[in-house]
């Protein structure tokens, strides 16, 4: 219970704001599903989304429209234009409560998103299980910052 109560007092009225950033279609649309229902099996409000197919369209978007600050960031690696890790660092700098989520097939990128302070680093496949776990987590930690 008390975990829903702080959800609904963080963002007072406001959705809350997830950005997708993936190449692979089926990975965003299956990312979206998976949040929609976790929001629905919490009875949670849902989120807006801000979804991309790369990140230098991110970027742009993100630039133009200062204004619109995500709590949550889901992030591909690779994919044309600048990586995830490069995207996960500058939106990091813009705002640095962001949780940032790295999703990716590619290992090799764990020491270069840990230097910015990654939330989490999913694998793809995306888990259903494992991502309900951490988002859960990521709302948490949000709860608790927002009561600071």
């Known amino acids: 219970m008390w975990y829903n109560f702080s959800y609904r007092i963080m963002f007072q009225g406001d959705a809350m704001r997830i950005i997708l950033c993936d190449d692979d279609e089926q990975i965003l649309d299956q990312l979206q599903k998976y949040l929609r229902e976790y929001h629905e099996s919490a009875h949670l409000a849902q989120p807006e989304y801000a979804v991309y197919?790369?990140?230098d369209a991110l970027l742009a978007s993100e630039s133009r429209a200062s204004a619109l600050r995500a709590d949550i960031a889901f992030l591909d690696v690779e994919m044309p234009g600048r990586n995830g890790i490069n995207i996960g660092a500058?939106?990091?700098?813009?705002?640095?409560k962001i949780k940032i989520f790295i999703v990716t097939s590619y290992l090799d990128?764990?020491?270069?998103?840990?230097?910015?302070?990654?939330?989490r680093y999913l694998s793809k496949p995306i888990d259903k299980a494992r991502l309900f776990r951490n988002f859960k987590e990521a709302l948490y930690q949000i709860s608790m910052e927002a009561e600071k």
């Not at 500058?90 to 640095?96: C, I, S």
């Not at 990128?109 to 939330?119: C, G, I, Q, S, W």
């Open 53 to 55: 197919s790369n990140g």
């Open 109 to 119: 990128y764990l020491d270069d998103a840990m230097k910015f302070h990654v939330f």
């Open 90 to 96: 500058l939106l990091r700098e813009k705002n640095p």
